[in-house]
């Protein structure tokens, strides 16, 4: 027999549980350990639990079932699409979408959930979501992962191809076009994008240099022509646990600076940045100047913020072509 339910609010109250949805709770300290995808596939589980409607999650809840990473926020909705009959009447924790029920070959099983595929979540994203947005998911269905991509960049083609009469389907259609196999993190993605806007050569991703002794690295960018490698690296790598693999922070740090010396002798020059920086965009133009990366643009204000830029926004109207 589950708690009464005014005992579970009252334990919300007091910070001891946190409602996922109206009627489902959580150890507060359960829900502090995960993250803001986590969450919200938790919200997900938890609208799936207490429906009886067949329901077909998409846009940001098929993500989170799909594991897929997105670059700002993640709302407190659970979104669902239905038929366009039914209207999109929503509540505070539902949002029905009334764009009709895809058809079987953009839908699949996941965790007993019916969810759009991952091609078409990345197609339905990339058309309510900001350009620098949706290229991020996209890079994220087509990251290479165990067991392959999420999406090939020839089946959110072929979505495309499908609403090829939706609205705001050349969103999609400019975002697959601007979207790359890869970039391994949303911090990636953001500072390929970004690297662009500021008129830097456009790097290779995932390239491997060897060394003398033979050793062989992987460079998260790689400028050929001028010999400079990039790398983007949060600090969760010398703290998670997860990343930290048992070794000590401190080991970690040392094995790094081992590699970074290697590879400074096979290369003219080595950037390196935080995602914090790629949210700078003077950091990062100082940053890449400093390895010898020439660029064709003037260096950005200090007080610029990466969402400024261009390419957080939709290229204008008559630069987005319709797919064939």
Same mark, same amino acid.
């Given at each position: 027999?589950?708690?009464?339910?005014?005992?579970?609010?009252?334990?919300? #109250?007091?910070?001891?549980?946190?409602?996922?949805?109206?009627?489902?709770?959580?150890?507060? *300290?359960?829900?502090?350990?995960?993250?803001?995808?986590?969450?919200?596939?938790?919200?997900?589980?938890?609208?799936?639990?207490?429906?009886?409607?067949?329901?077909?999650?998409?846009?940001?809840?098929?993500?989170? %079932?799909?594991?897929?990473?997105?670059?700002?926020?993640?709302?407190? @909705?659970?979104?669902?699409?239905?038929?366009?009959?039914?209207?999109?009447?929503?509540?505070?924790?539902?949002?029905?979408?009334?764009?009709?029920?895809?058809?079987?070959?953009?839908?699949? !099983?996941?965790?007993?959930?019916?969810?759009? $595929?991952?091609?078409?979540?990345? %197609?339905?994203?990339?058309?309510?979501?900001?350009?620098?947005?949706?290229?991020?998911?996209?890079?994220?269905?087509?990251?290479?992962?165990?067991?392959?991509?999420?999406? @090939?960049?020839?089946?959110?083609?072929?979505? +495309?191809?499908?609403?090829?009469? *939706?609205?705001?389907?050349?969103?999609?259609?400019? &975002?697959?076009?601007? &979207?790359?196999?890869?970039?391994?993190?949303?911090?990636?993605?953001? $500072?390929?994008? %970004?690297?662009?806007?500021?008129?830097?050569?456009?790097?290779?991703?995932?390239? !491997?240099?060897?060394?003398? *002794?033979?050793?062989?690295?992987?460079?998260?960018?790689?400028?050929?022509?001028?010999? +400079?490698?990039?790398?983007?690296?949060?600090?969760? #790598?010398?703290?998670?646990?997860?990343?930290?693999?048992?070794?000590?922070?401190?080991?970690? %740090?040392?094995? !790094? #600076?081992?590699? *970074?010396?290697?590879?400074?002798? +096979?290369?003219?020059?080595?950037?390196?940045?935080?995602?914090?920086?790629?949210?700078?965009?003077?950091?990062?133009?100082?940053?890449?100047?400093?390895?010898?990366?020439? $660029?064709?643009?003037?260096?950005?204000?200090?007080?610029?913020?990466?969402?400024?830029?261009?390419?957080?926004?939709?290229?204008?109207?008559?630069?987005?072509?319709?797919?064939?």
């Amino acid at each position: 027999m589950g708690a009464h339910p005014g005992y579970l609010r009252t334990q919300a #109250k007091r910070g001891r549980l946190v409602r996922v949805v109206p009627g489902s709770f959580l150890d507060a *300290e359960l829900w502090r350990r995960l993250d803001d995808r986590q969450r919200h596939r938790l919200r997900v589980a938890a609208i799936a639990e207490r429906t009886h409607v067949g329901y077909v999650y998409s846009h940001h809840a098929a993500a989170a %079932v799909h594991g897929m990473e997105l670059l700002r926020d993640w709302p407190t @909705t659970v979104d669902v699409t239905v038929d366009r009959a039914s209207g999109g009447r929503s509540t505070g924790w539902l949002r029905r979408r009334a764009l009709g029920i895809p058809p079987a070959e953009h839908l699949a !099983e996941r965790d007993g959930l019916v969810v759009t $595929s991952a091609a078409r979540t990345a %197609v339905d994203l990339a058309r309510v979501l900001p350009f620098g947005d949706a290229v991020v998911a996209m890079d994220s269905a087509l990251r290479h992962r165990e067991g392959g991509p999420l999406a @090939t960049a020839e089946e959110i083609g072929a979505v +495309v191809t499908d609403l090829a009469a *939706e609205r705001r389907i050349a969103r999609a259609h400019a &975002a697959l076009g601007s &979207a790359a196999v890869g970039a391994e993190s949303v911090a990636e993605s953001v $500072s390929r994008l %970004v690297i662009r806007e500021l008129g830097f050569p456009a790097p290779t991703l995932q390239h !491997e240099v060897s060394t003398a *002794e033979g050793e062989r690295f992987r460079l998260d960018f790689y400028w050929a022509g001028v010999g +400079v490698g990039g790398e983007c690296d949060g600090r969760a #790598k010398y703290r998670d646990p997860m990343m930290l693999s048992g070794r000590h922070p401190a080991d970690v %740090v040392i094995a !790094e #600076k081992n590699r *970074e010396n290697r590879l400074r002798r +096979v290369l003219r020059g080595l950037a390196r940045w935080e995602p914090v920086d790629v949210l700078r965009p003077a950091s990062l133009f100082d940053i890449l100047s400093d390895v010898g990366l020439p $660029s064709t643009q003037a260096r950005p204000s200090r007080d610029t913020s990466a969402f400024q830029l261009q390419c957080f926004r939709w290229p204008r109207r008559e630069t987005v072509a319709r797919p064939l």
